[in-house]
């Protein structure tokens, strides 16, 4: 089926740290990937997005690129912020419907 | 610019009472709306798809007569959750979509309801 893994949280990094989120994605079809941010008690931000292979996305200091060899779209950021601290949600699109389906999420902790 | 919002923010409710729920895509004209149900720290899961002016496809398990769908405009959808138990309660996220060429959903900031 489709499916999105997300590495398990919480990551607790430094400010200035560097960031990766890993997430990948079940091989069928041509998805599009997303990434979404969730701040506390908030819906969903889309921060960015890749809709086909090699394609990178980048918003706000993030960056992620369509890896289909390894069926992958890591989520990466050179220096975070503490305004970072989010949860992030990977996601792909599902079916004629573009549905989307998420991953669990990955809660980000930036402290000073 | 694409903008959606939800009203209202959080809702609390008694037990076998109904809630609606809005959600309104503000800055576009919205031919797909979604409705999501997120637990706490779990992720997203998806209940309905509504196309304006036709009826809402839901997911496996989601009852369609308890979960009452009503796209009836390009930029307004409606939730109703009918004889609400405590067990609904639930954070409801809607998201919105623009036309057909594109995949990108546009999310409402969430409706927090709690059944007593």
């Known amino acids: 089926g489709n499916s999105v893994t997300q590495m398990e949280g919480p990551v607790t990094l430094s400010e200035e740290a560097f960031l990766t989120i890993n997430c990948t994605y079940t091989?069928?079809?041509?998805?599009?990937l997303f990434w979404y941010v969730q701040y506390p008690g908030e819906g969903l931000q889309l921060l960015l997005k890749a809709t086909k292979a090699d394609d990178k996305g980048s918003n706000k200091g993030f960056e992620a690129t369509y890896r289909k060899e390894t069926t992958s779209f890591h989520l990466e950021k050179g220096s975070v912020q503490v305004s970072d601290s989010a949860v992030y949600f990977c996601?792909?699109?599902?079916?004629?419907?573009?549905?989307?389906?998420f991953g669990t999420g990955t809660r980000l902790q930036v402290t000073l | 610019g694409a903008v959606v919002s939800q009203h209202p923010s959080r809702v609390i409710c008694k037990s076998g009472t109904s809630v609606k729920i809005e959600c309104r895509s503000l800055?576009?004209?919205?031919?797909?709306m979604f409705w999501y149900r997120q637990f706490p720290k779990k992720s997203l899961m998806l209940m309905a798809t509504s196309n304006e002016g036709s009826k809402a496809t839901y997911e496996q398990g989601v009852e369609k007569d308890k979960f009452l769908i009503n796209h009836a405009s390009l930029t307004l959808s409606t939730l109703t959750v009918t004889s609400a138990h405590p067990e609904d309660s639930s954070f409801y996220i809607c998201?919105?979509?623009?036309?057909?060429?594109?995949?990108?959903?546009?999310f409402g900031p969430g409706t927090r309801l709690t059944v007593l």
């Open positions: 800055d576009f004209q919205a031919t797909t």
């Open positions: 998201s919105a979509r623009y036309g057909t060429g594109t995949d990108t959903q546009y």
């Open positions: 091989a069928t079809g041509y998805p599009s």
């Open positions: 996601a792909r699109t599902t079916g004629t419907a573009s549905k989307l389906t």
